[in-house]
T-cell receptor, first 108, second 116 residues
Framework: GIQVEQSPPDLILQEGANSTLRCNFS?????LQWFHQNPWGQLINLFY???GTKQNGRLSATTVATERYSLLYISSSQTTDSGVYFC??????????FGDGTTLTVKP | GAVVSQHPSRVICKSGTSVKIECRSL??????MFWYRQFPKQSLMLMAT?????????EQGVEKDKFLINHASLTLSTLTVTSAHPEDSSFYIC????????????FGQGTRLTVV
C-alpha cells in the first residue's frame, strides 16, 4: 500500500516562530488532507489540498502532486497550535492512509 | 463543513461487557464510513470500512467477531466492541467521505474507551 511519511516527528517552537511540516507519499493520490488533532483527540480539518496552495489565516499548505509531497506552514505560532498534525492521503477506494504525525509544542 | 457526530466521547466499561459506539453523518448521507483505532502517541489505523446495507470490510488482523459493525442507514454506523478486555482500551474514531472526484474526509470527535 501507499506509504506516507511525515517530518519532523517532533517540533518544539517558541511562540511567534514559524515552522514547516512535510508530508511525503509514495504513490499518486486522489486527495490529501492536513489535520490537527487537539489534546482531546478531535481531528480538525485544516486543508483539503490535492494540489496547489491554500491559505487560511496563519496556516498555509502546498501540495506538489507530481513530486509527491505536501508542506504545511505555520506562521507566528501560538501555544494553541500545539498538538499533533497529520497528513492523510486517499490513494484509492476512499481509504485514508495517515502519516505518523508531527507533534508540535509551542512554548510561551 | 460537513459534520460527523460520534457518541459517546468517553466510556468506561468492565471486562467482559460490550460497548456500542455510534457514528452519525448529520447533514449528509454516507454510504460508506470508516472506523479507526488510535493508540497513545500513535497514528490512526484503519480497522474497517462500513458499507450501508451490506457487510463491513475489515482490515487484516482485525477480528470481525470482536468488532461488530452495523451500517443500517445512510446516516448511522455503529461499532460494537464485544466482550471487551483491557487491551481493547483505545481511542476509536469514525469518518465519512463527501464528494465524488474531490473526495474529502470528515471525522467524528472520537471515543475514548477504557476497559477496567
Amino acid at each position: 500500500g501507499i506509504q506516507v511519511e511525515q517530518s519532523p516527528p517532533d517540533l518544539i517552537l517558541q511562540e511567534g516562530a514559524n515552522s514547516t511540516l512535510r508530508c511525503n507519499f509514495s504513490d499518486s493520490v486522489n486527495n490529501l488532507q492536513w489535520f490537527h488533532q487537539n489534546p482531546w483527540g478531535q481531528l480538525i480539518n485544516l486543508f483539503y489540498i490535492p494540489s496547489g496552495t491554500k491559505q487560511n489565516g496563519r496556516l498555509s499548505a502546498t501540495t506538489v502532486a507530481t513530486e509527491r509531497y505536501s508542506l504545511l506552514y505555520i506562521s507566528s505560532s501560538q501555544t494553541t497550535d500545539s498538538g499533533v498534525y497529520f497528513c492523510a492521503v486517499l490513494p484509492n477506494a476512499g481509504k485514508s492512509t495517515f502519516g505518523d504525525g508531527t507533534t508540535l509544542t509551542v512554548k510561551p | 463543513g460537513a459534520v460527523v457526530s460520534q457518541h459517546p466521547s468517553r466510556v468506561i466499561c468492565k471486562s467482559g461487557t460490550s460497548v456500542k459506539i455510534e457514528c452519525r453523518s448529520l447533514d449528509f448521507q454516507a454510504t460508506t464510513m470508516f472506523w479507526y483505532r488510535q493508540f497513545p502517541k500513535q497514528s490512526l489505523m484503519l480497522m474497517a470500512t462500513s458499507n450501508e446495507g451490506s457487510k463491513a470490510t475489515y482490515e487484516q488482523g482485525v477480528e470481525k467477531d470482536k468488532f461488530l459493525i452495523n451500517h443500517a442507514s445512510l446516516t448511522l454506523s455503529t461499532l460494537t466492541v464485544t466482550s471487551a478486555h483491557p487491551e481493547d482500551s483505545s481511542f476509536y474514531i469514525c469518518s465519512a467521505l463527501i464528494g465524488g472526484v474531490n473526495t474529502e474526509a470528515f471525522f467524528g470527535q472520537g471515543t475514548r474507551l477504557t476497559v477496567v
